[in-house]
């Protein structure tokens, strides 16, 4: 690890001599790009965050937003939301690596003084047919799955996509939502000089050693190797002891302010907490608690030992809090003390630390990057035959079941879960408020690589109609935002895009984007990422119930929303070859939003199902199970497209659907019959498919794998 010399330059002007090692080593990953965002903070105010339910916006440990309240009695409810990125980690070790991407996000929602009910995972991989794509998906998933079960918090939704410039470097997004009340809700901000620091959890170790700083440069040849000590290692049923035990403690109102242990571990935490108060503080780093000898100074202060949390206690708490950690067998420091003044930190009496909070903490100087605009494809389109573009399209990777990820997944533990993986959102039962909170997370890498801005508009309609397509209203959202190396101006004017385009959809739909994460240099030997905005959005409705997602062979199919007129980033042409222009999406999004949230309410709606990834191709054939349908739509342009902000709707009231959609187009598909059968009329041509072969065509996933 070595501070750049600008760097190096900027912090002996402020400091008025050279910095200690230890010192220069905090700097170094502080203002790491992961950090410090020094390439896209300058962008990151192109997002709206304000609303009357935002309780917290960005710059928090997690998001905290104002849930409607829908009982009689209900209390007034917050959720706490976050998400974060694993991605270089999960490369290197793809089990730790994902594992502890949950550990870490489920404790910034404790931070908040929330208690964990859900989380989402989104994941990129390179192509299904490559070998160790196959073994980074397995590991990921594996990893998630032991440490969210282990935990007790269930994974409920999600999204996972192959493209080849994800073979050199997966991404590995995790969000997370939780629960507090106003009366329990802590924030990262110290509060008042003299008060106690506390480091509560697992023992510190010298794994994750430089986190911050390897997630912040492109992957070598030889990450798989030289960079595993820079992977943390998680223990989940120590997080699951750290979760009950920052319960206690809130209860009995222990805590000031938090922060968990990420990024730069002990020295990121303690600097970042009291410079958000504009204090400083005192640690003494021989105090704490560690599970290896001889521990350097500097491995005390920028070890990622996993499970940690650091509190602001008042000196006459500081007995029970300790207590609190022995009745859940977790770790105890008392590590120093708020003050005025200056950051510092000392080992066996010796100084080694000595620097301005707020200048460690937020000092870092923003970067001025070129950046090329990004263009869109021409029109290619091939002549590709019905059935073979058919079968292709619904037995690709990017559109097959992923029952086999959820599967792994206890997406039930803790009853709250009224709407489960595999349907467009997930619903959590909210009983407190009356209220179903709705969940949709993830992006579409092929909609974005071949239109950086209108690919993401894209995803922030695709989640916000999967979320409508339940009967929810889309309430808040955060983003993680993943590019390539920003020092490439091609990179950095497509990950630019993605921002404006996610920002300016969020906008047009009234979607405040109230955190998240950003991800750069995710480029390796292989070639840069495409940009890829994960959007992990929530959605409210009264009650949990919501139309599911099959059709019952008793209703009129019908399809509410604008198609587009192009096929730019579909499954189509990733099948059959070819290129064109990203499609229009709907001049009034936030009316085709509102349309399909109605139409969803209807009593007389019997199944609704969101358009996207695939077209109505896929749509349809994800509808038949237990009955059928028979469908004709006038050419392949009309089956194939993937425009967003549409969904098709099984109803025994046509008209009420044309009511309650107002302006929004409605076309009429066919019908639902009882036969378990896609019967499908493109123009002269028809295909007929059966549930079981249609099962047969999606299961590519599980036959791979078993």
């Known amino acids: 690890m070595s501070l750049s010399d600008p760097d190096h330059d900027l912090v002996t002007a402020e400091l008025g001599r050279d910095p200690t090692p230890a010192e220069a080593a905090l700097f170094e990953n ?13 962008l990151l105010s192109a997002f709206d965050s304000e609303a009357e339910q935002v309780v917290v916006g960005p710059g928090d440990d997690a998001a905290v937003v104002s849930l409607p309240t829908h009982a009689t009695d209900g ?4 959720v706490a939301m976050g998400i974060e990125s694993h991605n270089h980690p999960s490369y290197v070790d793809p089990y730790d690596g994902a594992a502890t991407g949950v550990g870490g996000i489920v404790r910034d929602i404790l931070s908040m003084g929330a208690y964990p009910i859900g989380l989402t995972d989104s994941l990129y991989f390179g192509g299904f047919d490559r070998e160790h794509s196959r073994y980074l998906f397995e590991g990921v998933v594996e990893g998630i799955a032991d440490y969210g079960n282990a935990i007790g918090v269930p994974t409920v939704g999600g999204s996972v996509e192959f493209h080849d410039d994800y073979e050199g470097n997966p991404l590995v997004n995790v969000a997370c939502v939780g629960l507090v009340s106003s009366d329990r809700l802590v924030t990262a901000e110290a509060k008042t000089p003299g008060n106690k620091l506390m480091l509560v959890g697992n023992a510190t170790g010298r794994d994750g050693l430089g986190g911050a700083s390897f997630a912040s440069e492109d992957l070598s040849e030889d990450a798989e190797t030289e960079d595993r000590p820079a992977v943390q290692v998680g223990d989940p049923y120590t997080e699951k002891l750290l979760i009950e035990a920052n319960e206690a403690l809130i209860d009995e109102d222990l805590i000031r302010a938090a922060r968990d242990l990420g990024a730069a571990g002990l020295g990121g935490a303690s600097s970042e ?16 608690h560690q599970r290896e000898p001889n521990m350097s100074p500097l491995e005390i202060l920028l070890a990622e030992s996993q499970e940690r949390m650091c509190y602001e206690v008042r000196p006459e708490d500081v007995d029970r809090v300790r207590d609190i950690a022995e009745r859940y067998d977790l770790g105890c420091s008392v590590i120093g003390e708020v003050r005025e003044g200056n950051y510092v930190c000392t080992f066996e009496g010796e100084t080694v630390v000595n620097v301005p909070a707020h200048f460690l903490a937020e000092g870092a100087p923003m970067n001025d990057l070129d950046m090329d605009e990004p263009t869109q494809p021409s029109r290619d389109l091939p002549d590709a035959d019905l059935e073979t573009a058919f079968d292709s399209v619904i037995g690709s990777p990017n559109t097959a079941s992923k029952a086999w990820v959820y599967r792994q997944y206890d997406h039930e533990v803790g009853t709250r879960t009224a709407r489960r993986p595999g349907d467009d959102a997930a619903i959590l039962a909210i009983r407190e408020a009356g209220t179903g909170l709705a969940l949709s997370a993830g992006a579409i890498p092929a909609w974005t690589d071949a239109a950086p801005y209108d690919g993401a508009r894209g995803v922030a309609l695709e989640n916000a109609t999967n979320i409508a397509a339940k009967g929810a209203t889309p ?9 390539g190396n920003p020092e490439k101006p091609d990179v950095y004017g497509g990950f630019g895009a993605i921002v404006d385009g ?3 959809m969020c906008r047009d739909l009234s979607v405040p984007v109230v955190g998240g994460n950003v991800s750069l240099y995710n480029d390796s030997v292989a070639g840069p990422i495409p940009p890829t905005p994960t959007l992990a959005m929530i959605g409210v409705r009264e009650g949990y119930d919501a139309p599911p997602l099959s059709v019952s062979g008793e209703g009129t199919l019908l399809e509410v929303g604008a198609r587009g007129d192009a096929l730019g980033g579909s499954t189509y042409l990733a099948a059959a070859g070819g290129s064109d222009r990203f499609p229009d999406l709907p001049a009034d999004p936030a009316a085709a939003v509102e349309a399909v949230r109605d139409v969803a309410a209807l009593d007389s709606t019997l199944a609704t199902h969101d358009v996207s990834h695939g077209g109505l191709a896929v749509t349809l054939a994800e509808m038949v199970e237990d009955a059928g349908v028979e469908v004709s739509v006038e050419s392949v342009t009309a089956l194939f497209d993937e425009t967003p902000g549409r969904v098709v709707v099984e109803t025994t009231d046509p008209d009420a659907v044309r009511d309650a959609a107002g302006d929004v187009p409605v076309r009429e598909l066919g019908t639902a019959t009882a036969d378990a059968t896609l019967s499908l009329s493109v123009g002269d041509d028809e295909l007929v498919r059966d549930a079981a072969a249609i099962r047969d065509l999606r299961d590519v996933i599980d036959r791979e794998l078993a």
């Open 502 to 504: 996610l920002a300016d």
């Open 30 to 42: 502080l203002w790491s790009e992961h950090c410090a965002y020094r390439s896209s903070r300058p």
């Open 273 to 288: 907490l009291v410079a958000k108060g504009g204090l400083g503080a005192e640690i003494e780093l021989d105090r704490v």
């Open 75 to 78: 209390e007034e409810t917050y």
């Open 475 to 483: 309430h808040a959202a955060v983003d993680c935002l993943n590019g």
